[in-house]
């Protein structure tokens, strides 16, 4: 009876010999070496095992790196997700309430933004790295971010690039599994989701999160969305001091005032201003090679959109150009204009589809991007001869 009973809380046990095995001593290591051998009396070699794995780990990695052990608090106390860890589903439908990312599987590669806004996620990122010495210094790290931005300007692919940093697996919620049309059934599994990520060290990511964090007082829903909020609000409390959290929205006006204040830290994702725009198109059009001249004025094309939309023309030019080798370039960005109306502005839309003559003086005439006479006659494939020509032909005949 005794052993079923020690089995049964021997995950607490190993957490509380990871948790002291953060700031290691004699007396630690002698008891948690005298837990090891009782173990072993009593036959339980599983267990005896596991805490004799729990001690040389903590070993080697006092050897190797002594500031290691110091990084944080938080990840050494809380326990390991591993890929048979049982994740909680909703009990009416069985639907998981979240999946899970581990670091592996995280994106390598760094998202593209402005430098301000590279380097306070690098602030981010470096403060969750040293969580213990600032909590040494009581500094009160930042150990939640809300992530907020028009859709298509890669706040998921942020999300899950700073977990990769972190080192961490991603918990992600999922909608699906949480939302419930029982009453009552939705807060239950958001404690659930909680408790889950409260227990293993992870960053948690609530992606979408103004589905579930509406404002308690609009007139549209009853006491239920009221209920979990309430909920919600208690829950981020739980997670202070278990892990890093990751709220993501597209529809930050819908978001209860208390939700905002629970996040440490928040940013704004804007959309790409034309260098970011440039440098994502380049990065997206890869392995194709397109000149300056000529990524430039994708940009221009796509002004105002997103970094989602600079990867779809990307895959459209792909797309274009295997199908359809002869058509020249001009060509390929009006029929994109035409297939992608929400991608391009209306007026450079209709200036593109309709007037060759007004398409060339509106590029001349852009201050932001100033394409110069050759570079537009390369786009359009002419001589810049014969585009000079042609805009003196054109100047005459509006003096007439
Ligand atoms: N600034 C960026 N840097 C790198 N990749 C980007 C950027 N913006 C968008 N992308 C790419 O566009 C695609 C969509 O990005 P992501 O899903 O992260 O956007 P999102 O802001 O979460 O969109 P939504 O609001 O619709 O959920 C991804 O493949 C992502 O890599
Ligand atoms: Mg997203």
Known sequence: MKDITMIKYFSIVQALCRSALATPNDAVLHQIKRLQDSFEKDGLNKEAKSLEGILSSSQASTEMSPSKMQKSFIVTTGEEITKKTAIPVDKETSTPLAEIFFPESLPEEEPLFDKNIELAIQLVIDEWNKFDQLIEVDANPASSCLIYGAPGTGKTHLAMWIAKQIGLPVVLARLEG??????????????????????????????????????????????????????????????????????????????????????????????????????????????????????????????????????????????????NKDNNFIDMMKQFSLLNSGRVETTKRNVMLHNDDQFINMLLNDKMYSFKQKDIASLFGMRASTLSKQLSKHKDTEKI
């Open 178 to 323: 949480l939302m419930s049309s029982y009453l009552g059934t939705t807060s239950r599994n958001i404690g659930n989701l909680f408790a889950f990520a409260n227990r293993y060290n992870c960053v948690l990511l609530l992606d979408e999160f103004d589905a579930i964090a509406k404002l308690r007082n609009d007139p549209q829903e009853v006491g239920e969305v009221k209920r979990v909020v309430n909920t919600l609000l208690q829950s981020l409390d739980s997670r202070r001091g278990k892990g890093f959290t990751i709220g993501i929205t597209n529809h930050e006006s819908l978001l209860d005032p208390a939700i905002w204040r629970r996040f440490d830290i928040q940013v704004e994702i804007p959309k790409p201003n034309p260098e970011v725009m440039i440098h994502l198109l380049k990065k997206f059009v890869s392995p194709l090679e397109f000149d300056d001249n000529e990524i430039k004025f994708l940009a221009w094309c796509l002004e105002g959109s997103s970094g989602a939309d600079a990867q779809m023309l990307a895959k459209w030019l792909k797309r274009s150009i295997v199908l």
